[in-house]
């Protein structure tokens, strides 16, 4: 061991000091150069800044064991994980969540930031309503006249091709408003293979229906079982999934890579869940369900770690849902 003098201490301390100094300063002007980079881009493009457009939050409070999420948490949180945009979902059927989040609710708690806030309306098909098909489509006009831009979270306790859904399906069509779904064995049921999603799709070709939740993104692999749309399968991705062969035949498929479903379909293989987002990437988007302060969210973890194709990325993460959505520049 070199011994030193308190003096060469002294002057080693000091230079330690100035070069962490410089360190830090270097780091904090990077940061910031990345900042000033990222909002020129945004001022290019005419949109909020941020990487991400997240497909599916939700406002108010969900569940009985969870907090209220005000607009402005949301906002806050938007920032800290570099999300540009959201869509916030209501929920207005019983079996969708502990209570009821109205789409009146939504769109007045997200009109003074409709810039990033973009709201969703939805009724569920047991609603009563006079007028047929007229009064169905006078009442989402409504929804659609205050701002909402698509129908959803639809997630309500019968079959996904029940009549009363197929009734709801025609007006969204009627006003041109992509649907947002969710898939499971309480929820829009169906059987393994999708054969009530496919009936869906192909009695309403001109609107997008976007699929979201457990028996959803349970059939991304074949062999699916009754248990397996309820839960959250894991390891290898068998062939033959559902997902693809739907996506194949039917152009107005989309998927919302949100929550522990759409995370654990993408991480649980991660060979094929990467070739499923560069395959599909004109079909996917990012999302997160976020709907409750302090939440964990694990895309944010996982689109970190997945290298993607720049074009895929920018189509997944933000791009598609702008396009789907008609979102233009603020």
Same mark, same amino acid.
């Given at each position: 061991?070199?011994?030193?003098?308190?003096?060469?201490?002294?002057?080693?301390?000091?230079?330690?000091?100035?070069?962490?100094?410089?360190?830090?300063?270097?780091?904090?002007?990077?940061? @910031?150069? %990345? &900042?000033?980079?990222?909002?020129? *881009?945004?001022?290019?493009?005419?949109?909020? #800044? !941020?990487?991400?457009? $997240?497909?599916?939050?939700?406002?108010?409070?969900?569940?009985?064991?969870?907090?209220?999420?005000?607009?402005?948490?949301?906002?806050?949180?938007?920032?800290?994980?570099?999300?540009?945009?959201?869509?916030?979902?209501?929920?207005?059927?019983?079996?969708?969540?502990?209570?009821?989040?109205?789409?009146?609710?939504?769109?007045?708690?997200?009109?003074?930031?409709?810039?990033?806030?973009?709201?969703?309306?939805?009724?569920?098909?047991?609603?009563?309503?006079?007028?047929?098909?007229?009064?169905?489509?006078? @009442?989402? %006009? &409504?929804?659609?006249?205050?701002? *909402?831009?698509?129908?959803?979270?639809?997630? #309500? !306790?019968?079959?996904? $091709?029940?009549?009363?859904?197929?009734?709801?399906?025609?007006?969204?069509?009627?006003?041109?408003?992509?649907?947002?779904?969710?898939?499971?064995?309480?929820?829009?049921?169906?059987?393994?293979?999708?054969?009530?999603?496919?009936?869906?799709?192909?009695?309403?070709?001109?609107?997008?229906?976007?699929?979201?939740?457990?028996?959803?993104?349970?059939?991304?692999?074949?062999?699916?079982?009754?248990?397996?749309?309820?839960?959250?399968?894991?390891?290898?991705?068998?062939?033959?999934?559902?997902?693809?062969?739907?996506?194949?035949?039917?152009?107005?498929?989309?998927?919302?890579?949100?929550?522990?479903?759409?995370? !654990?379909?993408?991480?649980?293989?991660?060979?094929?869940?990467?070739?499923?987002?560069?395959?599909?990437?004109?079909?996917?988007?990012?999302?997160?369900?976020?709907?409750?302060?302090?939440?964990?969210?694990?895309?944010?973890?996982?689109?970190?770690?997945?290298?993607?194709?720049?074009?895929?990325?920018?189509?997944?993460?933000?791009?598609?849902?702008?396009?789907?959505?008609?979102?233009?520049?603020?």
């Amino acid at each position: 061991m070199t011994m030193t003098s308190p003096g060469m201490w002294n002057h080693t301390s000091s230079s330690r000091r100035r070069f962490l100094g410089q360190v830090v300063a270097a780091g904090a002007a990077a940061a @910031m150069s %990345r &900042r000033a980079i990222t909002s020129r *881009a945004a001022e290019r493009t005419g949109f909020p #800044p !941020g990487r991400y457009v $997240d497909m599916h939050t939700h406002l108010g409070t969900v569940w009985n064991t969870g907090q209220e999420l005000t607009a402005e948490e949301l906002l806050r949180w938007m920032d800290a994980a570099d999300i540009a945009q959201a869509i916030v979902l209501p929920l207005v059927s019983p079996e969708s969540s502990s209570y009821p989040i109205s789409s009146d609710y939504v769109l007045t708690q997200t009109k003074p930031h409709r810039d990033r806030l973009i709201p969703f309306c939805s009724v569920d098909p047991r609603t009563s309503y006079a007028g047929g098909h007229e009064g169905l489509v006078k @009442m989402l %006009r &409504r929804y659609v006249d205050a701002g *909402a831009r698509g129908f959803g979270e639809h997630k #309500p !306790g019968v079959a996904i $091709d029940d009549p009363r859904n197929m009734a709801l399906y025609a007006g969204c069509a009627e006003l041109k408003l992509p649907v947002l779904f969710h898939l499971d064995n309480q929820r829009n049921m169906d059987a393994p293979g999708l054969p009530g999603l496919e009936r869906v799709l192909q009695a309403n070709p001109t609107i997008p229906f976007i699929g979201h939740g457990p028996g959803w993104w349970a059939s991304i692999g074949g062999g699916v079982t009754v248990a397996d749309l309820a839960g959250y399968p894991r390891g290898d991705v068998a062939p033959g999934g559902a997902i693809d062969r739907l996506m194949d035949k039917y152009p107005n498929l989309y998927g919302d890579l949100s929550a522990g479903s759409g995370a !654990g379909a993408i991480s649980r293989d991660a060979k094929f869940g990467r070739a499923f987002l560069v395959r599909r990437q004109d079909r996917l988007m990012f999302g997160t369900d976020f709907l409750a302060p302090g939440q964990n969210v694990p895309q944010l973890e996982l689109f970190a770690k997945i290298e993607l194709p720049t074009d895929a990325a920018a189509k997944i993460f933000r791009d598609n849902a702008r396009r789907l959505l008609g979102l233009t520049t603020i």
